[in-house]
């Protein structure tokens, strides 16, 4: 079982639309929870992080984390094309002192 | 406020070379992570330094190493490279401490590595 999983996608929605992206992860001591951006080429870039279960707003993304079942979404409304790119989750926990990634959605954004 | 920044941006070496990419933090953080990306691939840890010294390291062999300075900047060195090793290298930078924001981690543009 791999630490973080994601879905490969690609996920495609219409502009406008809400993007739904999840993660799972494996480790139940894990404290802090990530969603990176990276457009192809580029590094990846810190959107939100969320540390306490429920909902986190910012902008057009809302991240959801439910620690009981090991849970971790993104939601972009609004979505623009813009947004098409790679969404990272990431989780990080006390014992091992390090950020473990998935290996990312594609998202696709269609005008 | 100066960002984490990295060189080179990129670099072609051949098989059997040594390399050291340069890393330096974002201002104010001490704690300086190594990532190897594949292509279509999530970021792979590599190590983390923190106060000069190995704090942890992922499942990479012994030909990866690393130093980190007392000013917190850091070197990644790769030896006898292998045609395997051609990937994007992150450093990322984050504060020490189980304090949840100090978890956070802001990457570098990356070292394209390039093995022919």
């Known amino acids: 079982q791999k630490e973080v999983e994601q879905n490969s996608g690609p996920l495609s929605v219409p502009e406008g639309a809400i993007a739904s992206l999840n993660c799972t992860y494996s480790?139940?001591?894990?404290?802090?929870f990530f969603w990176y951006r990276q457009y192809s080429g580029k590094s990846p870039e810190l959107i939100m992080s969320?540390?306490?279960?429920g909902d986190k707003e910012d902008g057009r993304f809302t991240a959801q984390l439910n620690k009981a079942s090991q849970y971790v979404s993104l939601l972009i409304r609004d979505s623009q094309p813009s947004d098409s790119a790679t969404y990272l989750c990431?989780?990080?926990?006390?014992?091992?002192?390090?950020?473990?990634f998935g290996a990312g959605t594609r998202l696709f954004v269609k005008a | 406020d100066a960002g984490v920044t990295q060189s080179p941006t990129h670099l072609i070496k051949t098989r059997g070379q040594q390399v050291t990419l340069r890393c330096s933090p974002k201002s104010g953080h001490d704690t300086v992570s190594w990532y190897q990306q594949a292509l279509g691939q999530g970021p792979q840890f590599i190590f983390q330094y923190y106060e000069e010294e190995e704090r942890q390291r992922g499942n990479f062999p012994d030909r990866f190493s690393g130093h980190q300075f007392p000013n917190y900047s850091s070197e990644l060195n790769v030896n006898a490279l292998l045609l395997g090793d051609s990937a994007l290298y992150l450093c990322?930078?984050?504060?020490?401490?189980?304090?949840?924001?100090?978890?956070?981690?802001?990457f570098g543009q990356g070292t394209r590595l390039t093995v022919v």
């Open positions: 480790d139940r001591g894990s404290q802090s």
């Open positions: 969320i540390y306490s279960n």
């Open positions: 990322a930078s984050s504060l020490s401490g189980a304090r949840p924001l100090n978890t956070e981690a802001f």
């Open positions: 990431a989780v990080w926990n006390t014992g091992g002192f390090k950020t473990i």
